[in-house]
């Protein structure tokens, strides 16, 4: 689907309430003007609390990122009740990835400082919700080493939506099963490096 | 855990909604039945996620530069109001732009030579001479009585360079050319049997611009290309590179 402006997930002009937001971002594919929205509205904020604590300006931009990415997986799960405001979700995923950051940065101290100090009494507790950021790049890596041609046809049918004759079009392929067997075997890849590692899969199965 | 690879295909296409009827019934059967299976699938489901997962980081990744940039340029103190009147500037030099281009290619495909003379023409002030009036002729000429100079001249039997150059000027101011360019030509001949120059860059100038408005631009192009090529030239300003491209236009090749 594409986005527009004139979008009925878009109230007024090219503002985005919460729900409207909320509406776009569970969408397949995900409007860019969604995800830019979250930027316009949210990075100054989570960027402004990162430097306050003990973190870059990079700190900031990377942690923003996967603040996007874990509040939209929490969403397409449906696992965001609406017990609060975009806002204030957002300010507490970004706590929670920010100080399992510095946890692993092994600043305990500071850490714990942070926590007492910045701790919000509205503050929901997101912690089962989101993967831990190291787990989260082991799992990107595994998919990165799984080479161009199996992420390509992945992310085609399983993140872009497309349909087997469409990702054929852009494939030096025979025919559309000979793509399709091919994607079983990507597939399958993934999930036999995935099981080499129960601990990870362990973890990850908890955020199902 | 290892399932033959048609259990395996089968899991996925379960996953991926693909079965139906019997066979979708089949594998729910089995799945439920055995726990390797159903570990596999979660597994594959597993897998499938991080696809995703993957595909979205890559989306974050490459609207973030972008959106990085609008962010700072917006907390840069004036920034968007700098952009904003950057932004405007460009357009009013973009619009002034294309009006200059339009007006020119107008120029340039509507010219004659009638319309360059009247662009460029302007009556020698006789201030410019030097030296005391003796000639009557110039009081007339300073008057701007264009008629009486010519009256004068036709009455004169023996013309001086003067009296050629007061009179071409005013057969120009009377448009017409055609007389003017006989009473430079003389002058120049004058010039040339006493090996003189009096007169000689003024009536160069003005010659051409009585070839423009007699329509003959053949004639004006090598006096005026001339007069360009000499930065000393007294007139060598008023013929720029434009006014000769559009000349050239009207000369038939």
């Known amino acids: ?208 | 855990m290892n399932e033959p690879t048609s259990n395996t295909e089968l899991l996925i296409q379960y996953l991926d909604g693909e079965l139906e009827g019997e066979e979708l019934q089949s594998i729910k059967n089995n799945i439920e039945a055995n726990p390797d299976l159903l570990d596999e699938l979660e597994n594959l489901r597993l897998a499938r996620e991080a696809v995703n997962s993957y595909g979205l980081r890559e989306k974050i990744r490459a609207i973030h530069p972008e959106m990085m940039r609008d962010l700072k340029e917006k907390t840069k103190p004036g920034g968007s109001v700098t952009k904003m009147i950057f932004q405007y500037g460009l357009r009013v030099a973009a619009v002034l732009i294309i009006l200059f281009g339009i007006s020119a290619m107008y120029q340039y495909f509507t010219g004659t030579p009638e319309k360059l003379f009247s662009a460029k023409f302007q009556s020698f002030e006789l201030r410019e001479l030097r030296g005391e009036p003796v000639n009557p002729i110039e009081d007339v000429y300073k008057a701007g009585k264009m008629g009486d100079v010519i009256s004068a001249f036709n009455k004169i039997n023996k013309p001086s360079q003067e009296d050629y150059f007061l009179a071409g000027n005013a057969f120009l101011n009377s448009r017409q050319p055609k007389n003017a360019i006989d009473a430079l030509i003389k002058l120049q001949e004058t010039n040339k049997s006493l090996n003189q120059h009096l007169f000689e860059e003024d009536t160069e100038y003005y010659l051409a611009l009585a070839y423009l408005d007699n329509g003959q631009a053949a004639q004006a192009l090598p006096i005026l290309e001339k007069i360009h090529a000499d930065p000393n030239h007294p007139y060598n300003r008023q013929v720029g590179s434009w006014f000769l491209l559009k000349l050239k236009r009207l000369i038939p090749h």
């Open chain 1, 1 to 208: 689907m594409s986005f527009t402006y004139n979008s009925p997930y878009m109230d007024t002009g090219n503002e985005f309430t919460d729900f409207s937001l909320i509406q776009a971002l569970r969408l397949d594919p995900i409007p860019d003007e969604a995800i830019k929205h979250l930027y316009r509205s949210h990075y100054n904020l989570t960027a402004a609390y990162i430097r306050q604590n003990s973190g870059s300006d990079q700190d900031a931009e990377d942690i923003f990122q996967e603040v996007i990415l874990a509040f939209i997986e929490i969403l397409k799960k449906d696992k965001f009740r609406g017990e609060s405001s975009v806002s204030t979700f957002l300010y507490s995923v970004t706590r929670n990835i920010w100080l399992n950051e510095l946890k692993k940065r092994d600043r305990s101290r500071q850490r714990d400082e942070i926590f007492e100090k910045s701790r919000n009494p509205l503050e929901l507790d997101v912690s089962h919700l989101i993967a831990d950021r190291e787990m989260k790049t082991r799992l990107m890596l595994m998919v990165d080493a799984l080479g161009e041609t199996c992420k390509k046809i992945l992310l085609a049918f399983y993140f872009q939506n497309l349909a087997m004759r469409e990702i054929l079009k852009t494939l030096e392929y025979e025919n559309e099963q000979v793509v399709r067997n091919k994607k079983y075997k990507c597939l399958k890849q993934l999930e036999q490096t995935m099981a080499a590692q129960p601990g990870l899969v362990k973890s990850l199965k908890t955020l199902l």
